[in-house]
């Protein structure tokens, strides 16, 4: 478990962490979420005892990190894949961590296999991809077989079938009651991942909770397509809806949204079943009538605003 205690932590004149507290229980992923700049890493390595906090205490399995009796085997990290030197090939860099943490040399042949990187095992970490280098960091952090996980975004310059093969990992290492904390800006995949979300914003706590309850909180639309779409909009209005063309194919759109259909309509304020029976009302045919829950995305940057 890690636990999180009224922590601040100053630089000089600037406020990184301040009087942040949660838990991060064992048995499920929980993400850690915020801007850039809003103290995520900072946490990270106060807990992990890199940085020293300035008030307040972060504690796993109830104690600081410098007290734990067999830190490699209670806690495994990775905040920056880019720091190993690249001289040294994938299998000599998990060899010289495994001894310093008295871990068997088996263990680090079942760790590249693990990650997917037996294959370059010998090959010199300076001629790896960013998503190797990625897989590598991964690879030490799991190198004790920790109960305790925490992962800085883990998932930046994997392709697609890494950032899937790492869900999966996470999930089942959650699943036989490991404490699980992972950062990312990847929102669809953290809502892919999380069970539960710790959001922060200028070094204070916004959030604490499961992701299935912060979605309930954000009302999505009703996806609606008519070939009477003009129509059906005037009935809707004048029923109390908000009503918004949505976005044609090919046209320009936010990141945030995706191409329509031509004659879909995306409606807040009516239920689906609302809208189907205003539409057969009003003579209005209807192609498509989908409730659209918030994601991720969209209730993290209402609640950080």
Same mark, same amino acid.
């Given at each position: 478990m890690i636990e999180v205690i009224d922590l601040t932590k100053v630089y000089g004149s600037t406020r990184a962490v301040s009087g942040l507290t949660f838990d991060v229980k064992p048995g499920q992923v929980t993400g850690f979420l915020g801007h850039n700049g809003a103290g995520k890493s900072t946490t990270m390595r106060?807990?992990?005892?890199?940085?020293?906090? %300035?008030?307040? =205490?972060? &504690?796993?399995?109830?104690? $600081?990190?410098?007290? *734990?009796?067999?830190?490699?085997?209670?806690?495994?990290?990775?905040l920056d894949a880019t720091e190993v030197q690249g001289g040294r090939s994938a299998?000599?860099?998990?060899?010289?961590?495994?001894?310093?943490?008295?871990?068997?040399?088996?263990?680090?042949?079942?760790?590249?296999?693990?990650?997917g990187l037996a294959g370059a095992?010998?090959?010199?970490i300076a001629g790896f991809s960013h998503g190797m280098r990625q897989r590598l960091g991964i690879a030490a952090a799991l190198l004790?077989?920790?109960?305790?996980?925490?992962?800085?975004?883990?998932?930046?310059g994997l392709d697609p079938d890494g950032i899937r093969w790492?869900? %999966?990992?996470? =999930?089942? &290492?959650?699943?036989?009651? $490991?404490?699980?904390? *992972?950062?990312?800006?990847?929102?669809?995949?953290?809502s892919l991942t999380a069970d539960r979300l710790i959001i922060i914003g200028r070094g204070q706590l916004i959030e604490d909770t499961t992701m299935a309850e912060l979605l309930s909180r954000f009302q999505g639309d009703v996806s609606?397509?008519?070939?009477?779409?003009?129509?059906?909009?005037?009935?809707?209005?004048?029923?109390?809806?908000t009503v918004r063309r949505a976005?044609?194919?090919?046209?320009?759109?936010?990141?945030?949204?995706v191409s329509r259909a031509e004659g879909e309509l995306l409606v807040t304020g009516l239920s689906a079943a609302a809208i189907g029976d205003l539409a057969l009302v009003n003579g209005c045919a209807i192609h498509e009538l989908t409730? $659209?829950?918030?994601? *991720?995305?969209?209730?993290?940057?209402e609640i950080t605003q």
């Open positions: 106060v807990i992990l005892g890199l940085h020293k906090p %300035t008030s307040g =205490r972060a &504690l796993i399995n109830g104690v $600081r990190k410098r007290d *734990l009796r067999d830190p490699m085997r209670e806690v495994g990290a990775m299998f000599d860099h998990l060899q010289a961590l495994a001894h310093a943490g008295g871990i068997a040399r088996r263990r680090v042949v079942e760790v590249l296999e693990e990650v095992a010998r090959k010199r004790g077989e920790p109960g305790v996980l925490i992962l800085d975004e883990p998932v930046n790492l869900r %999966t990992l996470l =999930r089942s &290492l959650a699943a036989e009651g $490991r404490t699980v904390l *992972l950062s990312s800006h990847l929102m669809t995949e953290m609606v397509r008519s070939p009477h779409a003009t129509r059906l909009t005037g009935a809707l209005e004048a029923a109390g809806a976005q044609a194919p090919g046209a320009s759109t936010p990141s945030t949204s409730p $659209r829950q918030a994601s *991720l995305e969209e209730a993290f940057m």
